[in-house]
């Protein structure tokens, strides 16, 4: 008994439990991430605790280009892991750190959209390669929530149109109530990471 009393707990509840203490001493976030269906699912991890207690001079945002999702941290600890679409082949979204600026609610793309003609639609998609030498008005396409990475044109942004697959323009596609909870979590400078891993 006085040995017992001598050894940590880990190894206390590995001699008493075998096996389980590896999947007890996992977090809630780790265990979601061993899900089967993680890249496949379009369910969002959210650590309730610490959402309630943001502070957006803390946040930081790391995108998985192989497992479309977006992961969310506060220090060290994970708040939101959320599913996110990123650039198809040929427009594929860049990696590396970035800082988050030019934040925008309510914005609308230069790029993508469509131009109307007396009130009527003559082309539809990206403006440059669709639609060029089309006269109009042009009405870009709307992008909630912005926050852009790069200068040339990439960011993130809430979308109706969030896949399992990377499958956007470049930008980084949100499910729309994360879109607005992420919005409202960052600042002008929150770093964002995007990797292939």
């Excluded at 096996?19 to 979601?32: A, D, Q």
């Excluded at 998609?125 to 990439?154: A, M, N």
């Amino acid at each position: 008994m006085k040995l017992l009393l001598l050894l940590p707990l880990a190894a206390i509840t590995f001699l008493t439990s075998c096996g389980s203490s590896v999947t007890s001493s996992l977090s809630s976030h780790e265990k979601f991430i061993k899900r089967d269906d993680y890249k496949q699912t379009y369910d969002t991890y959210r650590n309730e605790a610490a959402l309630k207690n943001i502070d957006r001079a803390q946040t930081k945002l790391k995108v998985s280009i192989p497992n479309q999702r977006m992961i969310v941290t506060q220090g060290d600890t994970v708040v939101l892991d959320t599913p996110c679409t990123t650039g198809r082949a040929g427009k594929r979204t860049p990696t590396g750190t970035f800082k988050l600026h030019d934040k925008q609610a309510d914005k609308r793309s230069n790029v993508y959209g469509t131009i109307y003609r007396n009130g009527q639609r003559v082309c539809g998609g990206h403006r440059y390669e669709k639609c060029p030498g089309v006269s109009g008005k042009f009405v870009g396409s709307s992008l909630p929530y912005w926050q852009r990475l790069t200068g040339d044109g990439i960011g993130l942004h809430a979308s109706g149109s969030v896949k399992r697959y990377p499958a956007s323009g470049g930008c980084i596609r949100l499910q729309p109530a994360y879109a607005k909870q992420i919005f409202g979590m960052t600042k002008n400078g929150t770093p964002i990471t995007v990797t292939n891993s």
